[in-house]
Each structure stands twice: as C-alpha cells, then as structure tokens.
C-alpha cells in the first residue's frame, strides 16, 4: 500500500506554497519551499511540507547541498489521517522545530478546513490561534501576506461543472 499522502494533502501544500511564493516573489521578501530538506544536525533531519525562509535567514541557511541547515520562519505541515501521523505533527515535530528556533508553525486540517497557528514566545511555540475558512491570516512574520483560510482548501472543495 502507497505511503503516499491523499491527493487533498497535496493539492494544499501546492496551494499554501502557491499564496506564500506568490507574496514572496511580490515583495523579494524571501522563498517559500514544497518539502525542502531541512537539515538541524547530522542525524536530525525533516522534509516539512511546506516552509518559506525570509532573505535574511535564507542567506545562513541555504547551502550547496540544496537543503537548509537552519530553522525556517514559517514552517507548514498539512495533517494526514491516522493518530500517528498527527502525533508526528502535533508532539514531535512541534518540539522539534520549537528547539531549532522556527518563528511560526501552521499545523493544517484539510479535512476540518482548520488552520493552527504556533507563534515563537519565550523561546517557545505555543498555540498562538486557530483559524477557520472564513478566517484571515495574518502574520508578524510575514508582513503584508494576507489570505482566506477557505483558499487553502479551494483546489479540493470546488464544485465540479454538471454534465
């Protein structure tokens, strides 16, 4: 049986990387990335879903392997099913990317249309909000980027045209 993630999975990370790029090639304020390698130490390495880097943190962390070997600002993990999966997100690699120094971290729910938000405070993330698709998103970290919570999701929840 495939490892792969659903197809919505994948169609989200497209979009949440299509509306970060998009900003990012807007405003020269950075890159955003599907599934960078993100390398914290030798034996301590993740391929997040989705993250964008600002310029300055972009120069550090980018090396010539193709990978970063420094905390992204924003870091996206779209939930899979299965308790496992979101243990991953939600306990693991919370800490993890608390640890190394990652600004903010969305944990997405295609199928709840839910966006949580983690925001670094006294050198922690905590659960800063959670948004839903009527919710704007906003961030300290990424000025001036502003979208729907619903466009996230518009890839997999569009009516299809009658026959």
């Not at 993740?46 to 962390?61: E, I």
């Not at 050198?123 to 619903?150: I, N, R």
Request: aromatic residues 10%.
């Amino acid at each position: 049986m495939s490892k792969q993630p659903h197809k919505h999975h994948q169609l989200v990370c497209g979009r949440v990387w299509m509306l970060l790029q998009t900003w990012a090639l807007q405003t020269g304020a950075g890159e955003a990335v599907i599934a960078p390698g993100l390398i914290f130490t030798e034996d301590n390495d993740v391929a997040p879903d989705v993250t964008w880097m600002s310029q300055q943190r972009l120069m550090t962390a980018d090396q010539e392997d193709g990978k970063y070997h420094a905390a992204p600002d924003l870091v996206v993990e779209v939930l899979s099913p299965g308790g496992t999966n979101e243990r991953r997100d939600r306990e693991f690699k919370l800490w993890l990317y608390s640890r190394h120094g990652v600004l903010e971290y969305w944990i997405i729910s295609w199928i709840e249309q839910r966006l949580e938000i983690y925001r670094r405070e006294a050198g922690q993330l905590k659960l800063h909000s959670t948004l839903y698709k009527t919710d704007t998103v906003q961030s300290p970290h990424l000025p001036g980027f502003t979208c729907q919570v619903s466009q996230f999701f518009e890839d997999i929840f569009r009516r299809k045209p009658a026959p």
